[in-house]
């Protein structure tokens, strides 16, 4: 068995390997000059069992391309069976024709994996569960739901707390993370109207003086929250707190999230957060021991 990582989340390959218990293997990627990237595997994979840990965190198309030219690598130096490790899929959002003439993206890089050699996907909490479908190759699909909920259970007072999902399509992720916790659900009317603005109405459920926990996979923008938390302002609710799987936080989600009247932030280690990301109200939880069970 051998692990590998590309540069979006080395720090998680190295976890995930402590939890193993055994080294990171060697890989070289560089850059020619023109800007062609190349790879190199640094040891024998005759016949191993390889893993290539790499989630879709920006730069994407960057890592997308080290991800599909190491399984390449890996292919072509005999590895036995190679899993791509992406503990976040960024395409998955891509996952449906909801204009004209443009390409369901999820669909096209699972079938780029497959191509450059990828014989099996490990990743996590995917934006909708369908996602999993595109894929002709097995795909264990892991939730970091428990996760996040067993940490509320333990540090937070659980007894007027009701969990929120920004829209109906998070509405069964909310659900799992509600049940969790033997806590009620509310669900908002949601709808996107830009990359960075959503418009939302009704809050479905019963907000007024509690403690209300959003539940989201992924924190992009920070739109969504921002929106979400002025809904529940309206709607009476006592505090604010959130849970997310995936801090993606792009664009303006510092911002965002600095101005925002959240108490805290509650994510795990899926995609890698700079100095300059970690916020006071932010607490990241590993996922490398639910990664290093999976592999
Ligand atoms: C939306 O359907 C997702 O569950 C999240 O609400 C969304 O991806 C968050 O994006 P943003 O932070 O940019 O609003």
């Known amino acids: 068995l051998k692990v ?4 979006s989340n080395p720090a998680l390959a190295h976890e995930i390997c402590g939890h193993l ?14 800007d062609n990237l190349f790879v190199q595997i640094q040891e024998n994979v005759r016949e191993r ?12 198309s960057e ?9 390449d690598a890996l292919r072509s ?19 449906k024709k909801d204009a004209p003439r443009i390409s369901i993206a999820g669909k096209l890089i699972a079938d780029l994996l497959q191509t450059a050699g990828a014989n099996r ?8 569960d369908q996602v999993h479908g595109f894929f002709n190759i097995p795909v264990d699909h892991l939730t970091a739901v428990p996760l996040i909920a067993d940490y509320f259970k333990a540090n937070y007072d659980l007894s007027r707390m009701v969990a929120v999902a920004t829209d109906a399509g998070g509405a069964k992720r909310a659900g799992r993370f509600s049940e969790r916790l033997n806590i009620p659900l509310a669900i908002i009317d949601k709808r996107r109207v830009s990359d960075t603005q959503v418009k939302q109405g009704h809050v479905v459920g019963d907000v007024k003086d509690m403690d209300a926990v959003i539940f989201e996979d992924e924190i992009s923008t920070g739109g969504t929250l921002m929106s979400t938390v002025k809904t529940l302002q309206q709607a009476g609710v006592r505090s604010i707190h ?25 994510v795990t280690n899926t995609v890698y957060l700079p100095e300059q990301k970690q916020l006071e109200k932010i607490t ?6 639910l990664m290093a069970e999976a592999i």
């Open 4 to 7: 590998f990582t590309g540069n």
């Open 21 to 34: 218990g055994i080294d990171l293997s060697p890989l070289q990627i560089s850059r020619f000059s023109n």
């Open 49 to 60: 069992d390889v893993f290539v840990v790499q989630p879709f965190t920006e730069p994407v």
């Open 63 to 71: 890592h997308i391309m080290e991800l599909l030219i190491t399984l």
């Open 77 to 95: 130096a005999s590895a036995r069976r190679i899993t791509a490790v992406i503990p976040y899929y960024s395409y998955a959002r891509s996952d």
């Open 121 to 128: 996907v490990l990743t996590m909490d995917l934006h909708a």
């Open 242 to 266: 959130v849970g997310a799987v995936h801090p993606v936080l792009c664009g303006p989600a510092i911002t965002n999230l600095r101005e925002a009247d959240i108490s805290s932030l509650v």
């Open 284 to 289: 990241q939880l590993s996922v490398a021991s």
